[in-house]
């Protein structure tokens, strides 16, 4: 086993995969030897891969595609990676109960934002993890489809998803779109109500993907299919419902204990095995064609002006359309 | 006069960096309250340069200002990227610290400030890398110490006698003093002494 390999990851329930496998000893079982890094935000896994700090990430396909551009920072060549997960983020307002009735009570959702958005003394603040994120492009859709106006009706801020919490708590902010756990933390926490899930938004949409830097995968021509492999192992212990305990357990560790100290119970809720819960993640990493997978990512952020029409050669060269 | 604002939460680093380039007559330094908003401060201070510990949760804000629609800030601001100085960059990146430009046009002179911020950061890792270990050491020898303890209680013998027992044990075994140690106190404790 002579390949090392440092995949860099946020504090969020869907990097399960590769927390398993590390735990499980699943990448030894296919010969390589990988080091999950937990990095604290989404810049920090961008510029790991810019600047040599880390061989690959666990990450949405927006950010890879705007760091493989040079759009913050050097350009790498990224290609799209393994999929591990669908759906599972949540868009949650401010309130408890009572806000959380009159939201449902109003068949009007346009109408429903601006009472909530009434009873703070701002214009509403929500929080998405990065700019270059699915969960921008997410709550841009949201936002549209209630007819509510993102750049003059909100104001939009960023911080990483783990830091959600406190400042939702602290009156930082109103609101957010955030991976798995947090939205579903906020609302057993009494600080956020939810919304809408990501998968009422684009059904089935891509959220996570392992990509490992093109440079490293030459340097180490034979990993690639054993990380994919054990990462694949992982993924279908995630999704099985006899793991449920185990993989909630895992998450919830503490960093020292090669958990991600996520917070248990709104773990439970969001594993693909969760009885009850309406936006659970899903773990799949069955390839699909570029264009089902990232077409809709690519359309937005075109509509965004972070990409061009027509594309860059380099998007296709590198296999994202 | 350049205007450097230094965003870092470890007081004492930023503190040590400050004194460093302040030395220099043409930088104005301005150091950044703790818990307060690196945007905020980007907005009110308007620096030419911003040096940030990577691990600043609101360093991803800064990232996102050139191209947030909303933002409040007319500056863009972008990561400094020396496209001939690869290696500055991956230096600054492994001692955990990056430089943002706030200007449209890149700000000259940003090296030398880098490579001091480089130079402290790595400082201040391995003072923090020595502190850790020798907490390590001490933690260790306390463990070791109860052990002993719990052991000559057991099997009223003295302390030299305790000690070549554990090293015996890891010798025999193939493993470190503590390890047995920490087996030994975990097995042990709160059995009954004979």
């Known amino acids: 086993m002579s390949t090392s390999c440092r995949i860099g990851l946020l504090q969020l329930a869907d990097s399960a995969p590769v927390i398993v496998a590390h735990a499980l000893n699943l990448f030894s079982k296919y010969g390589v030897a990988v080091e999950p890094v937990i990095v604290p935000s989404w810049a920090n896994i961008a510029d790991g891969l810019v600047w040599n700090g880390l061989d690959g990430a666990i990450m949405f396909a927006p950010l890879a595609i705007m760091t493989a551009l040079g759009q913050r920072g050097r350009a790498i060549a990224l290609r799209p990676g393994l999929p591990l997960s669908r759906e599972g983020n949540k868009i949650v307002l401010r309130g408890q109960h009572t806000e959380q009735e009159q939201w449902h009570s109003e068949c009007d959702k346009h109408r429903a934002f601006q009472h909530w958005a009434a009873t703070l003394d701002r214009k509403p603040r929500l929080a998405v993890v990065h700019l270059y994120?699915?969960?921008y492009l997410i709550l841009t859709r949201f936002l549209k489809s209630i007819s509510i106006c993102r750049d003059t009706e909100t104001e939009i801020v960023i911080m990483p998803p783990a830091n959600m919490i406190e400042a939702l708590a602290a009156g930082e902010i109103d609101g957010f779109c955030a991976g798995p756990p947090w939205g579903a933390d906020a609302a057993l926490k009494h600080l956020a109500f939810p919304v809408a899930g990501s998968a009422s938004i684009v059904s089935g949409h891509l959220e996570k993907m392992l990509i490992l830097k093109e440079t490293w995968k030459a340097e180490n021509p034979d990993a690639t299919h054993r990380i994919y492999n054990a990462v694949c192992d992982a993924a279908k212990i995630c999704t099985a419902p006899e793991q449920t305990a185990y993989v909630t357990d895992l998450l919830s560790a503490p960093l020292t204990a090669y958990g991600l100290g996520l917070p248990a119970e709104a773990v439970a809720t969001v594993m693909p095995a969760a009885p009850t819960a309406p936006d659970t993640m899903i773990f799949d990493t069955a390839p699909r064609s570029a264009d089902s997978s990232f077409g809709w990512m690519i359309q937005d952020m075109q509509t965004e002006g972070w990409l061009t029409r027509p594309l860059p050669d380099a998007l296709s060269n590198l296999g994202w359309v | 006069m350049m205007k450097v604002l230094l965003a870092d939460e470890n007081s004492h680093r930023a503190g040590a960096l400050a004194r460093l380039l302040e030395a220099d007559n043409s930088l104005d330094v301005i150091l950044l309250n703790p818990h307060a908003s690196l945007i905020d401060a980007v907005r009110c201070h308007a620096p030419d340069i911003v040096l940030v510990d990577i691990s600043r949760a609101d360093r991803d804000?800064?990232?996102?200002?050139?191209?947030?629609?909303a933002s409040p800030l007319e500056r863009p601001v972008a990561l400094f990227?020396?496209?001939?100085?690869?290696?500055?960059?991956?230096?600054?990146f492994a001692a955990g610290v990056c430089s943002y430009n706030v200007?449209?046009?890149?700000?000259?002179?940003?090296?030398?400030?880098?490579r001091s911020a480089i130079a402290l950061y790595h400082r201040f890792k391995k003072t923090n890398a020595e502190l850790l270990a020798a907490k390590k050491t001490l933690s260790e020898r306390e463990t070791i110490d109860r052990a002993k303890l719990l052991f000559m209680k057991h099997e009223r013998c003295k302390e030299e006698e305790a000690y070549r027992w554990f090293r015996?044990?890891?010798?025999q075994h193939s493993r470190k003093i503590i390890d047995i140690a920490s087996e030994y106190l975990s097995n042990n404790a709160g059995k009954p002494v004979e």
């Open chain 1, 133 to 135: 994120s699915t969960h």
């Open chain 2, 81 to 92: 990227v020396d496209e001939d100085d690869e290696s500055l960059m991956e230096d600054a």
């Open chain 2, 61 to 69: 804000a800064l990232d996102s200002v050139r191209a947030l629609a």
């Open chain 2, 103 to 114: 200007l449209d046009t890149p700000v000259k002179n940003v090296k030398p400030l880098l």
């Open chain 2, 168 to 171: 015996k044990q890891a010798m």
